[in-house]
């Protein structure tokens, strides 16, 4: 999004920082608060978006609003049309704001399975398995169920990502798990613990009622100040409404960010390191308009090539998502019609008084992960269970009445897509292609969620409340009808939200970060967020972004001291 003006330049009046890290989303926020820990460190965070402060924001169901439409706090990207589902584009929505995607997500916490982290290690990501990253999940956590120990060994209790139960899980929530127990798949009180098969209730990134983003769990009630660009002399100072520009190299070091705020372009400096946090879309984009990344894709658009990386923006993935949806007439269930306003205006008032009720509902509220076929070593696919009707993302259409859904992902996608510039001013959108679809094998994994959904649907517990299938196109009650399922799904299936692996961490040629997430081929920048995953988790990402971030801040932790150690010689 481009803020009016081209901006004064200010640099002479450049402020310096130990660390400038750029991006406060689940990331970022999580990064800049490790690193100020250290007395005598200083670290600034820049964020294009505004204050986490808002009702939509600390609501949980705010949801509905935030992360359908774009605005202050969601950039809501589109993709380039997909070849593959009919010429649509894809909503991407991306959060802007102190917390990022925190703050507009669907605070479902979950970490991914084991093999996935052990996976990565085995590619070449030393220090990466899941006994490796365990304790950085760990570490950020409080678990309401945990709170104030740090005996468990799934869960932590003294961290300051707090992790509840849902308060008030909405009565089909639980009736979705007993006919997913009915339909065969076992009951799982926490994905995140000992094993992550069956079907069970999320937990969710809350606390009291609300929602508990990055900001809040990092950044709020700590030694940090929001402050104009004049120096700052906390630990941590937080600058909201920044846009990052451009990093500022001296030959193949990173030595600070050129920025704009208030209409004033300036040079925020770093001491020890640039830290992007951007996201999967904007750390690749920052990187490339900065001269880092494909070097003929640069020079098409007149940017001078600092390191030629053609890993840059290269394997995207995101879990590609089908939703089935049954309209059913029950105010227990959330829609638009007159009962289900007048519920709502009560919820609202429960939720002001005790924060209790349907306005502390993620949407997403159950769901699980489950095989497609017996013989698999991992669940290969996910659900959400919604106590709500879902129309296709980023439309602006919404079914009426009420009723309740399920998604379902296949969990490690073979389609890869990339991330390229539209032009060189971060304020203009990246060109975003995740290319859905283009491997065969993610259709045929859809198309056995779209029968394992039916399959709950069809049981006792949901059945026998009655109601009626929507949108299912030409198949009918006819699962045999392949190439009508298959039909459906490229017209209506879209992102679930996961984008990752654009800075893919690595030893091979393609990589962009090492293990130790150093860009490669430059020196003072790292990346830290999801866009280094070289693989995509089995699961939601913000859980794995945080962890990313601690595990980060050990690492640069670490190589200051090592630093300190070797000038001392």
């Known amino acids: 999004m481009k803020q009016s003006g081209n901006g004064k330049d200010s640099a002479s009046n450049a402020i310096e920082f130990d660390y400038v890290v750029v991006g406060a989303g689940s990331a970022g926020c999580a990064i800049a608060s490790r690193l100020a820990e250290d007395p005598g460190v200083t670290v600034v965070l820049l964020e294009a978006g505004p204050t986490d402060h808002h009702y ?25 049309p997909q070849a593959a589902m009919n010429g649509r584009r894809s909503w991407q929505p991306r959060g802007r704001g102190l917390g990022g995607s925190s703050s507009i997500n669907g605070m479902v916490y979950i970490r991914g399975h084991r093999k996935d982290y052990d996976d990565w290690a085995a590619a070449g990501c030393d220090g990466w398995s899941y006994r490796d990253v365990l304790p950085y999940f760990r570490r950020s956590e409080c678990h309401e169920l945990h709170a104030g120990t740090d005996d468990n060994p799934w869960h932590g209790g003294e961290g300051p990502l707090h992790v509840s139960e849902l308060r008030s899980p909405n009565p089909f929530s639980r009736r979705f798990i007993q006919a997913a127990q009915q339909a065969g798949f076992p009951f799982n009180h926490d994905f995140n613990g000992e094993k992550q098969d069956g079907v069970g209730l999320y937990q969710v990134t809350q606390h009291n009622g609300e929602r508990w983003n990055t900001a809040r769990a990092f950044l709020h009630g700590g030694d940090v100040r929001d402050t104009r660009l004049n120096g700052g002399r906390s630990h941590l100072t937080v600058l909201t409404d920044t846009q990052a520009l451009k990093i500022v190299f001296e030959g193949k070091r990173a030595r600070g960010v050129s920025v704009v705020r208030d209409g004033v372009m300036q040079t925020v400096r770093a001491r020890r390191e640039v830290v992007l946090c951007a996201g999967a879309f904007n750390s690749p984009q920052l990187l490339m308009a900065s001269g880092v990344g494909p070097a003929a894709h640069l020079r098409e658009l007149g940017i001078e090539v600092v390191r030629d990386l053609p890993g840059v923006g290269q394997n995207l993935q995101d879990h590609l998502d089908i939703v089935v949806n049954k309209q059913l007439h029950s105010t227990d269930l959330f829609g ?234």
């Open 336 to 569: 638009r019609s007159l009962p289900g306003a007048l519920r709502l205006i009560r919820e609202i008032h429960r939720y002001r008084r005790h924060r209790t009720g349907m306005i502390t509902s993620n949407l997403a509220e159950a769901g699980g992960f489950v095989k497609s076929r017996a013989e698999l070593d991992v669940p290969d696919l996910q659900l959400h269970f919604v106590p709500a009707l879902l129309g296709d993302r980023g439309s602006k259409k919404r079914p009426r009445g009420h009723g309740y859904s399920c998604h379902v992902c296949v969990l490690r996608p073979h389609s890869r897509g990339e991330v390229r510039l539209r032009s060189p001013d971060l304020r203009d959108a990246p060109l975003i292609d995740p290319r859905f679809l283009s491997d065969e094998r993610d259709l045929d994994g859809l198309v056995d969620g779209v029968r394992i959904v039916r399959r709950i649907f069809a049981q006792r517990s949901l059945d026998g409340m009655g109601g009626r299938e929507l949108s299912t196109g030409d198949f009918g009650d006819d699962d045999t009808n392949e190439d009508a399922i298959r039909s459906f799904i490229r017209s209506h299936a879209d992102t679930v939200f996961h984008p990752v692996g654009t800075c893919s961490m690595g030893t091979g040629s393609t990589a962009v970060v090492d293990p130790a997430l150093r860009v490669r081929g430059v020196e003072g920048l790292r990346v830290v967020d999801a866009s280094v995953m070289p693989t995509l988790i089995g699961g939601n990402t913000n859980a794995p972004s945080i962890m990313i971030a601690e595990k980060a801040a050990d690492m640069m932790r670490h190589a200051r001291t090592d630093a300190r150690a070797a000038a001392t010689v």
């Open 56 to 80: 939509t924001v600390s609501a949980p169901i705010g949801i509905a609003v935030t992360a359908v439409r774009a605005g202050p706090r969601n950039y809501g990207y589109y993709s380039v």
